[in-house]
């Protein structure tokens, strides 16, 4: 199964972008499941279903929204396995700039907001910078001479990343980032690694742990199915 693994700051479009690309691959004859991640509320899977892609919807409540996405990454998989779906696409909120959900093999894309400043490239941290692609939505609102510096803003903090230019309203720019999550490869669970380690705070990913599978794991944890726990001594 393919995994593509979507992050980037609030109100940037990353559900915009995917409708119009789930909508591409559909026309591929590819099939598709989205596991959405929000804090405290999202109605974006009746936004998915309008396209006829299942949709999971995972509230990480109390827990950063990146390390819940992370920690219940099995259960994702196992799911879309479940409705036999092809692509694995997961949405995550992301709100410290500080996380970054990318595992080793899945494709990583950042989704972000050209309108938040030409400096917010090199404020994000390793969302963007262990990016696969880098998808500049809002574009247009900005000039010619800004759109230059915020794709060269990109390239500095990320040389080896794609960048595309995405348009969530009319859907510009979301065939080729369809391409790609088409051409990407196929993932294997089972001892996948990040590909950053997640900031200091109150679980083992939190103290430097890689390891995707729920094993590894011990602290405050939530599940996907809204149980939370503490593991450990």
């Known amino acids: 199964m393919r995994m593509v693994i979507v992050a980037g700051t609030p109100g940037s479009g990353k559900t915009a972008v995917l409708i119009h690309a789930l909508r591409s691959l559909n026309e591929m004859g590819l099939k598709s499941a989205v596991v959405k991640i929000d804090c405290l509320y999202t109605d974006d899977d009746t936004k998915f279903a309008k396209i006829g892609v299942p949709t999971k919807v995972g509230l990480s409540m109390d827990m950063c929204p990146d390390h819940y996405a992370i920690y219940n990454l099995e259960e994702m998989v196992e799911w879309a396995d479940e409705n036999q779906s092809e692509i694995l696409v997961v949405e995550t ?50 000039s010619q001479a800004e759109r230059e510096i915020f794709r060269e803003r990109i390239l500095e903090v990320n040389p080896k990343c794609k960048i595309i230019e995405a348009n969530g309203l009319s859907g510009q720019g979301c065939a080729e980032l ?8 196929e993932v294997t669970i089972e001892g996948e690694k ?40």
Do not use: W
Request: proline residues 5%; positive net charge; glycine residues 10%.
């Open 93 to 142: 909120a992301g709100l410290c700039h500080r996380c970054a959900p990318f595992t080793v093999n899945s494709l990583g894309v950042c989704v972000i907001d050209a309108t938040s400043g030409p400096n917010t490239p090199l404020k994000v941290g390793p969302f963007l910078s262990t990016a696969d692609i880098a998808v500049i939505t809002k574009g247009d609102m900005i």
């Open 178 to 185: 369809a391409d790609e999550i088409m051409n990407s490869q």
């Open 194 to 233: 990040l590909r950053h380690s997640a900031p200091l705070a109150v679980c083992t990913l939190c103290v430097g742990e890689t390891k995707v599978n729920k094993k590894y794991h011990r602290g405050i944890l939530r599940r996907i199915n809204g149980f939370q726990s503490y593991e450990g001594e």
